[in-house]
């Protein structure tokens, strides 16, 4: 069955000052390294109102449409930016998460890959914060869950830093099982093993600075795999950011591209065991150009390979 490939170029239109990490050359360079895989590329259209408004309150999303300037860029915080066509890249962002889900649960693709931006996984409930205004992965769940009917899905975030906004959304979620590893310490702060969520549903991974593959396959090996097979998910949704990697200037891990294609494999053979082997990533984090382009491209072949 297909790979499917989900983006848009209004996620271009979202400019952030110069020097920001988070900028538009990511998606420049990721892209054209997908280019000539066995991939269906199909547009992520716009989120609507109700979709954010799955984990937002509505209150939030008047908020940050309103904050979008006519021209320029505004801060929202001192990593947090907007310009013209912020707030529709962040609905394309959205909405391609919730397509991609939709197909995938229609078997008109085995799995996806989501290439967006601005990324989502730092959004709290009313907070917009690490270069991101909504939570598309919590949105995604939280679309699976109560409009599609699944029971149980699991989130997986191996971006380098927390996902303290993706567990933020789904604190009281007792329906998904989030994961996060990241580097601790590092920004933002969040992500000790002792926040578990409200029903026990989330499981913080965190790796001292300066880990490396092995460390890394070692703490999904022992803490987070096991947990999976129990929680027995019918859909599984990736955080992909590839800022673990150990060129990337914003942390201090050292994770290689071998590292992303492994966890990218075994969370696909835990899809398979599961979930019918449906597996939806959205990109993240990743701000070295050339780590990001060619781990993504690394943790695309899995997706295809899962697929075939």
């Not at 900028?23 to 989120?47: M, Y």
């Not at 990337?248 to 990218?264: H, K, Q, R, Y």
Request: proline share 6%; charged share 20%; net charge negative.
């Amino acid at each position: 069955m297909t790979t499917l490939l989900v983006t848009h170029d209004d996620c271009s239109h979202h400019v952030t000052p110069p020097g920001h990490p988070e900028r538009v050359a990511r998606l420049e360079h990721l892209l054209p390294a997908l280019e000539g895989k066995a991939l269906t590329r199909i547009e992520a259209p716009e989120a609507s109102e109700e979709d954010v408004c799955l984990v937002h309150p509505k209150s939030y999303v008047d908020w940050v449409r309103g904050s979008e300037p006519a021209e320029g860029t505004v801060s929202l915080d001192a990593d947090t930016h907007m310009s013209p066509g912020s707030y529709k890249a962040a609905m394309r962002a959205v909405g391609g998460a919730i397509r991609a889900v939709d197909m995938v649960l229609a078997a008109e693709a085995q799995n996806a890959f989501v290439a967006t931006r601005p990324p989502g996984h730092h959004a709290e409930t009313e907070t917009p914060m690490g270069f991101c205004l909504f939570g598309n992965v919590a949105i995604a769940a939280k679309h699976a869950l109560d409009r599609k009917g699944l029971s149980r899905v699991a989130i997986v975030d191996f971006d380098v830093h927390h996902g303290n906004g993706t567990q933020d959304l789904l604190w009281s979620e007792a329906r998904t099982l989030f994961v996060s590893s990241h580097q601790m310490p590092l920004w933002p702060g969040t992500g000790a093993p002792d926040e578990r969520g409200a029903h026990d549903n989330i499981i913080n991974v965190p790796l001292a600075p300066g880990t490396v593959g092995e460390g890394f396959r070692y703490a999904y090996e022992g803490q987070v795999f096991p947990r999976l097979e129990e929680f027995k998910p019918e859909l599984v949704i990736i955080s992909a950011g590839f800022d673990a990697h150990k060129a990337d200037p914003l942390a201090n891990l050292s994770l290689v591209e071998d590292d992303f294609a492994w966890i990218t494999q075994k969370l696909c053979a835990i899809a398979d065991r599961h979930a019918d082997g449906r597996v939806v990533s959205v990109l993240e984090g990743g701000y070295d150009l050339g780590g990001l382009s060619r781990s993504g491209a690394a943790h695309v072949d899995e997706l295809i390979r899962a697929g075939g």
